[in-house]
Nanobody, 124 residues
């Protein structure tokens, strides 16, 4: 399995920005699809955005539309999520995930590697 470590979460005011990072190590393959999910207490993990092996992106049509941008640097084994104009509904634990398949899926059950998560809290 790929090992994933997220960073960049924290407390931010309403309307602010954060950039999350995910460092991959281990048997990392550039043709893995990778994605960001988020989860709040008592709820399932929701797909935020995904990146296929070539860097093609799949945004979530609902959450983060027009505000979140996913990107990856295969040379550095990194995945990023730029989040702008954050609001309280974006508060959650954000997880990085990888799939041993080049195509992005929105179903969390498809992913076989997960990071430990990073907390994002947006205050009004």
């Amino acid at each position: 399995q790929v090992q994933l470590v997220e960073s960049g979460g924290g407390l931010v005011q309403d309307g602010g920005s954060l950039r999350l990072s995910c460092a991959a190590s281990g048997p990392y393959l550039s043709y893995n699809a990778m994605a960001w999910f988020r989860q709040t207490p008592g709820k399932e993990r929701d797909f935020v955005a995904g990146s296929d092996w070539s860097g093609g992106t799949t945004p979530n049509a609902d959450s983060g539309k027009g505000r979140f941008t996913i990107s990856r640097d295969n040379a550095k084994h990194m995945l990023y999520l730029q989040m702008n104009n954050l609001n309280r509904e974006d508060s959650a634990v954000y997880y990085c995930a990888a799939l041993t398949w080049p195509q992005v899926y929105k179903d969390s059950c498809r992913y076989d590697s997960w990071g430990q998560g990073t907390q994002v809290t947006v205050s009004s």
